[in-house]
């Protein structure tokens, strides 16, 4: 296995490089939405001919240097994340921050000579921060200080100010976007990357609602098992487990004595077909989060026809797609879904509209597309097209 020093010292091949730069990952450490879509992206990438390095903070047993399914992820110290050197001999032609940090400030510092993207996909007020601030263990509380230190500044507005393109994954951050960083561009809208089959699949033949998330306290998962046990005649399903031992021991214990929730635990989305089977055979997606951007986990269930319980109605997915919340009234937002099947009429328009805008295929093009123009515009001629139309793990789910 190479180490870091190794892998840079290499030459480049033939192919155009596109650097993902992100704070999470899938498959190494703390697993979140945007980590989940930067592989799917990286995945698109590597599959329509482009050289993929992935940088990425270095998580607890992970390696300087990982190869996985044809790109490359780098594992960086804290020192390496904010060091321009390390970008600059990471020699991309495209840097993509998948949301904005200090990495993206040493991207831009490090190759100023290459096309730098920027997708802001959760931006965050000072508002916003007393949230995660205050739904979280004491743990997370500090860490979430650090985390805003390092998330935002003079520094993270300077590179979205010089970026050559300023990103949004959800349409009501447009307007919050141009107040908090007031960009240079034109913002552009880079819609996530789900595989989406084209007719919903079977249901459960009873009443069925999920949950799929981390179970940090900000999600409020205890507020899930509550509704399991006010809405006996729902079986509800529970994905996910929480970085805390102690606060997953907590939920545990409240969630025992409820004989209609079924905790699975952490399902990898990438390599375990049980993953999709929850949103497959669910009724009803239910997000109990006091604060989201845009969830992935609402293209998710979406996709798969699921009605949306939510407390949080990003770009008014769950007052069209099912019921929201707002006062926090689960219990009769899932009996109101349930009764006379009205989850089925709001889950099914969910998945053609999430089939218009996100799935793979026009969602990839987006990507390759915005690619293209900004290589063509510096050193690269030529249009890289979309070879497949999707990934092979995408069109073996979708066929299945």
């Not at 091949?13 to 993902?20: A, E, M, T, Y």
């Not at 999470?24 to 980590?35: Q, V």
């Not at 959760?122 to 230190?149: C, H, S």
Request: glycine share 6%.
């Amino acid at each position: 296995m190479d180490s870091l020093q190794t892998f840079l010292d290499k030459p480049r091949s033939g192919k155009p490089r596109i650097c993902l730069v992100t704070s999470i990952f899938h498959g190494f450490g703390k697993i979140g939405g945007f980590g989940t879509m930067a592989k799917s992206l990286a995945m698109v990438l590597v599959d329509n001919g482009y050289d993929v390095v992935v940088a990425v903070p270095r998580r607890a047993g992970q390696a300087e240097v990982t190869e996985v399914r044809g790109f490359t992820v780098l594992g960086l110290t804290m020192a390496q994340m904010v060091n321009p050197r390390i970008y600059a001999r990471i020699d991309a032609d495209l840097y993509h921050s998948q949301s904005p940090n200090l990495m993206s400030v040493a991207a831009k510092l490090g190759k100023r000579d290459a096309r730098h993207v920027i997708t802001c996909r959760d931006p965050r007020t000072l508002g916003d921060w007393v949230i995660e601030i205050r739904d979280a263990t004491w743990r997370r509380k500090i860490r979430n200080v650090a985390l805003m230190m390092f998330e935002e500044g003079p520094l993270v507005t300077w590179a979205i100010r010089r970026a050559d393109c300023v990103a949004y994954a959800a349409r009501f951050l447009q307007e919050k976007i141009t107040r908090m960083y007031r960009p240079r561009v034109p913002l552009t809208f880079l819609p996530n990357i789900e595989g989406i089959p084209e007719e919903i699949p079977q249901k459960a033949d009873t009443p069925t609602a999920c949950f799929v998330g981390r179970f940090d306290r900000r999600k409020r998962p205890e507020l899930y098992i509550d509704l399991a046990r006010k809405v006996p005649e729902v079986t509800f399903l529970m994905v996910g487990c929480a970085e805390d031992a102690a606060w997953q021991r907590t939920l545990e214990e409240m969630a025992e004595p409820v004989e209609n929730l079924k905790l699975l635990g952490y399902i990898d989305k990438f390599d375990d077909d049980e993953f999709y089977d929850v949103y497959d055979s669910s009724w009803v997606f239910v997000n109990t989060a006091s604060r989201e951007a845009h969830p992935l986990t609402f293209f998710e269930a979406s996709g798969r026809g699921c009605a949306i319980l939510s407390y949080v109605n990003p770009d008014d997915f769950a007052s069209e797609f099912g019921y929201w919340a707002e006062n926090e009234d689960f219990a009769s937002g899932m009996r109101e879904l349930i009764a006379n099947d009205a989850w089925r009429e709001r889950g099914a328009r969910a998945h053609e509209y999430v089939r218009e805008h996100y799935r793979y295929d026009v969602a990839a093009r987006t990507h390759l597309d915005l690619y293209s123009k900004l290589l063509d515009q510096a050193t690269q001629r030529g249009h890289v097209e979309l070879k497949s139309g999707e990934s092979s793990e995408v069109r073996e789910r979708n066929e299945s």
